[in-house]
């Protein structure tokens, strides 16, 4: 007896029937959780919770491609832009100058240096103070430029904020003015408005004397989150003012996660809807093939064993 006589008539379309089955029900619960999750993008009023999504209004028509689009827009994410200043440091003596750019992830139209001094108005570059310099602002200083800098677009979006100290006295710290990451070699130096510009100079941490160095620089060769803080130094000539230096933990690398863990559950469903009607199509052709040939095995009749016999005898 062939596996198909034993297995086709009887316990395999039992066993193919309990797929169908179980394939069938996949299915529908499939299409029924694919409607359930668009008609739950279709009201606005669910996702008025930021977690979820920013943009509820985008989803106000329940179709697929408006659904894919938005998943791609937030899994891009929108670009930001920094503050670059050169030269990097937060303290500068009067009449020197600095510049300013606005560093952006995309395009850069619209985005501006703006700054809030001591005392006045928030304004921006090229206003009553520095100087466009295509996409650079160079800054001569002056006493009122002490102030807070930063970069601002016109939908109102902001950079990182820098802090630059412009001092009329002789002795400043040359400190950076941008976050340092932990794990770098950080220099900072007393520096002399006159010369030689080198002196000897005590460094201090938040108040408290830190160490003396002889020709007017301190070096952490690696910086640490506990170096954050505030520093200043004296010399013989004076004293600086303090400026803050903060240190940044670099973000550690994500492992890879495990494809099987990482797919979502509306790629779950998507995958269960393309993968079902193929299943079952070669199923279903399986079991018409199967029956088919058992049909067509009935109808040639078989000879018994007596008639095998017969047969021997004849030939005898």
């Not at 062939?2 to 395999?12: A, I, K, N």
């Not at 002056?142 to 109102?156: F, H, L, N, R």
């Not at 932990?182 to 004397?209: H, I, M, W």
């Not at 995958?271 to 199923?283: C, E, K, N």
Request: aromatic fraction near 6%; glycine fraction near 8%; charged fraction near 15%.
């Amino acid at each position: 007896m062939s596996f198909v006589e034993l297995f086709c008539p009887g316990v395999f379309d039992s066993i193919v029937l309990g797929i169908l089955s179980v394939l069938g029900i996949l299915s529908v619960l499939g299409i029924l959780s694919v409607l359930g999750i668009l008609s739950v993008l279709s009201f606005p009023s669910v996702l008025s919770f930021p977690s979820v999504l920013s943009f509820p209004s985008v989803l106000s028509f329940p179709s697929v491609p408006m659904l894919l689009s938005t998943l791609v827009y937030c899994s891009l994410g929108q670009g930001g832009a920094s503050l670059s200043v050169s030269p990097d440091r937060s303290q500068f003596f009067e009449f020197e100058s600095v510049s300013l750019s606005c560093e952006v992830q995309g395009n850069s139209t619209g985005w501006r240096v703006v700054r809030n001094p001591e005392r006045g108005n928030v304004s921006e570059c090229n206003t009553d103070w520095g100087k466009q310099q295509g996409s650079s602002c160079i800054v001569s200083l002056i006493k009122s430029s002490s102030g807070v800098y930063w970069c601002e677009s016109g939908s109102g979006e902001h950079s990182n904020a820098v802090n630059i100290t412009v001092h009329a006295g002789a002795v400043i710290l040359e400190s950076p003015a941008l976050p340092v990451t932990e794990g770098d070699s950080v220099t900072l130096r007393c520096r002399y408005q006159g010369t030689p510009s080198n002196l000897t100079a005590v460094f201090y941490k938040d108040g408290s004397l830190i160490r003396t160095e002889i020709k007017g620089e301190m070096t952490i060769p690696t910086v640490s989150k506990s170096d954050e803080g505030l520093y200043k130094c004296t010399n013989s000539e004076g004293e600086s003012p303090e400026s803050w230096m903060t240190v940044t933990v670099p973000t550690p690398i994500p492992l890879p996660a495990v494809p099987v863990l990482s797919m979502s559950l509306p790629r779950l469903l998507c995958s269960l809807l393309v993968g079902s009607p193929y299943l079952l199509v070669t199923i279903i052709l399986l079991v018409k093939g199967c029956r088919s040939r058992a049909q067509g095995e009935t109808r040639i009749p078989r000879k018994t064993h007596q008639d095998q016999l017969g047969d021997r005898v004849e030939e005898e």
